[in-house]
Every structure is written in C-alpha cells, then in structure tokens.
C-alpha cells in the first residue's frame, strides 16, 4: 500500500540523519526533501513548519503532531487534498504521514506525502479535455447519423401507410447501398408487384364480369324475343339454339373458374402414376379428330416413346387444352406438328402449328386469366380466356415449365418441359 511505502521512506530519512550525528536536522531534512517521488515537512513540537516551502506542500495541524509525538509511532494524519490555490493542488487526495524522532534532545515529527508529478497532472487534464471533445463530436455525429438513419425509416412508414390505403405507385429512393437502401428496393419490388396483382385483381373482376355479362345479355334478350308469338318455327329454333350456345359458355366459364381456383389452391392432390406419354397424345389428337378434320388440317405426329411420372388425368387436360387452342387459331388446310423427345434430361413435347402467331409483346401475358390475344375474333372462336392459365397451373403443379415462341403471322410453338 502506499502509506507503507510513505512510512518506510520516512523511516528511512531518518535512519540516515540519525546515522550522521553531526548534521543539523533541518538543513539535513531541507536537502532531503524534493530529492524522490516522496514530498517531506518537519515540524516542532509545537506544531511549526521548519524547512522552506519549495513546492506545493501540506500544513499538519499543531494538535495532529501532539497528536503523533504523545504516540510515538507513524500516524496517517489526514489526507491532502489540494483544496488550496497552489497551481500544483492534487485532485486525487493522497496519504499523509507523521513519523515521531529524537534530534537533539528535541522532539520532530516527519510529515511524508507523495510529490506531485506535475506531468500526470497535464495528461490527466489532457485526457479529460479528449473526453470532453469526444463526447462532443460523438454527440454532433450519433445526431447525424440518427437523422440518416430516422428519415428514411419515417417514409418508409408513411408509404407503408399509403400502402395500407390502396396506393401503390410508390417509389423510395435506393441510392444507398446499406441494409435501409436494400430495404427500400425490397420495399419498391413488393409495392411494384402488389400493385400488379391489384391490377391483375380489377381486370379478373372486369374480364368474368364482362364473361357472364355477355352471355347473359343474349340469353334475356333472345328469351324476350320467344315471348312474341308472331315469330317463325326457324327464328324460334335459332333463338333457342343460341340460348342453348350461351348457357353452355355460363357452365364453362363457371367450370373453368372453379378448377382454376382448386389449382391455385393445391386442393387437388396430384395421383401420380408411370405411363407413356407419346401414346396419351396420340390418345388425344384422337379425340379431337372432329375438329382438326372440319378445317382439313394436316396433323404431323413425330412421337418419341417416352415415360413420365405424372397425373395422367391432369395432363390430359394439358394436351387437349393446347391442341384445341391450336386447332382454334390454324386457318383450314393449315398444318400442326407434334414432337416427343428427350431434351436435357426432360420429357418435352412441342406443339407447333402454322396459325395466326401470337405478338411478342403478348407472349409473357397469355397465361394470365381472360388474357385473349385475338380480343376483337368473332363469336366463332369460343373460349374465355382461362384455359393457357389452367394449362401452367397444372405444368407448374408437376414441377415443369411451359413457354411459348413464335411470330405474327408465322405459327405459334407451346413448348412444354417435365421432369422424368
């Protein structure tokens, strides 16, 4: 501890006075003092400081060295404080010590402290001069950076907000390349798509309203007509015959929209089973015989025997929904080819046909619900615009892809991948 260190230096100053008996005592004790890191005072009897004041040094009370020469043994007297005006005040109390010894005939008492290193006391103000600065900037800097970092969360939130409400054109800046800029692009991506989705929302609303309105409209229109009696066995026959049209297109639609809907849903469970693929499609040009041979379309199978694990039932459907599309767009004496093969380890089956095409600004759209390329073709072409969207569920379903390719004017190809 310090205060025995102050004790054994004291007590070592005046084994080497009392070692030299001629000395003087207090220009003995006056030589000694500044010489180490320990600061000394001698003082009488009645309490006097006797050597000179160098340097900042401490006052022992009169009553505090009666105090130690009535014990006779080392004293810590109090502790210095630097509470004086001296430049060389400490701001950490330190120990002071009182020694009691003979000189003389007379008794003394040795007061040891520890010496002020004047150096310390410049890096400790020098540190806490850093500190205040630091804390300084730190703040300025923490009060940027919070604004930085507060400002972009604050319209983030109040797009969100507008978000909420049915707003979706909304765009953050995503200049920065920090985790809030990453944010905001994530941000603007979801408001961009979810906006599609409201969009894709409004159009399925308007399409199956326009869907059911039509036929609908025919139907009460044509019954209205059969109430009056002054109207012919043929007129009656055809108006009935339209009705009879229309209704069927009111179950399509309504079953199309229901499988759909089942699709989307996973409601359907896939059975799979392992069967031959060339012969399902075989199976259905067959069925579809009547329709291709009505227009005189020449049909080019080039069937590789292939096996899949599939829904056999679900892609049917598949086939039949494109070969009836293709069937539907390909002008009389036109062709349709049909290709099996195994392309990159995958079951792939092309139907290509040499129809009106389908625009290249169309072809990523044409698997959306009630997206009809031919919008303005006659009553003659059927369809409601939802089997190319039922024909990717179930591709998708099976863990396949589906694209289309082709010109304007030029055919049209459906390529389909599944896996083996």
């Known amino acids: 501890m310090i205060q025995e260190v102050l004790i054994s230096n004291g007590n070592q100053m005046i084994k080497t006075y009392q070692s030299t008996p001629s000395a003087d005592v207090i220009p003995f004790m006056q030589n000694l003092s500044g010489l180490s890191l320990t600061l000394i005072q001698l003082y009488n009897k009645e309490g006097k400081s006797l050597l000179n004041e160098k340097e900042w040094t401490f006052q022992i009370q009169p009553h505090d060295i009666e105090r130690v020469i009535a014990r006779d043994k080392a004293t810590v007297i109090n502790q210095a404080d630097g509470s004086d005006s001296s430049p060389h005040a400490y701001s950490v109390p330190l120990p002071v010590i009182g020694i009691p010894f003979q000189a003389n005939g007379q008794p003394y008492v040795l007061g040891v402290t520890v010496k002020q290193n004047s150096a310390g ?90 869907e059911i309105g039509s ?144 625009p290249e600004e169309e072809q990523e759209d044409i698997f959306k619900p009630f997206h009809k390329v031919d919008k303005a073709r006659n009553s003659s072409v059927k369809g409601n615009g939802l089997g190319l969207s039922i024909v990717k569920q179930i591709v998708d379903m099976h863990q396949g892809d589906i694209q289309v390719s082709g010109k304007l004017g030029m055919g049209t190809t459906f390529e389909v991948k599944l896996p083996q």
């Open 215 to 358: 036929p609908l409209t025919s139907i009460s229109g044509f019954t209205k007509a059969l109430k009056h009696k002054q109207i012919s066995e043929e007129s009656r026959i055809h108006y009935l015959t339209i009705i009879e049209e229309e209704s069927e297109r009111l179950s399509r639609l309504s079953q199309n929209l229901l499988q759909l809907s089942h699709l989307q849903q996973d409601s359907q469970p896939l059975n799979i089973n392992t069967y031959r693929l060339d012969e399902q499609l075989r199976k259905v040009v067959i069925a579809l015989e009547p329709q291709w041979s009505e227009k005189e379309i020449e049909m080019d199978l080039q069937l590789e025997s292939l096996l899949v694990q599939a829904d056999e039932d679900k892609l049917s459907q598949v086939w039949v929904n494109l070969l009836s599309n293709s069937i539907k767009f390909t002008p009389v004496h036109g062709k349709i080819l049909i290709k099996t093969m195994m392309k990159n380890n995958q079951n792939t089956v092309s139907i290509t046909d040499n129809g009106i095409g389908i």
């Open 121 to 210: 006391d410049e890096t400790m103000n020098s540190i806490h001069l850093m500190y205040v600065i630091i804390l300084f900037f730190g703040s300025f800097l923490i009060l940027i950076a919070a604004r930085y970092i507060v400002n972009p969360i604050l319209r983030l939130t109040e797009a969100t907000r507008n978000m909420a409400k049915g707003q979706f054109d909304i765009e953050l800046p995503t200049k920065r390349k920090d985790e809030i800029g990453v944010l905001s692009a994530s941000f603007n991506q979801m408001a961009k798509e979810l906006g599609k989705l409201d969009r894709m929302r409004r159009d399925f609303v308007a399409n199956v309203s326009h």
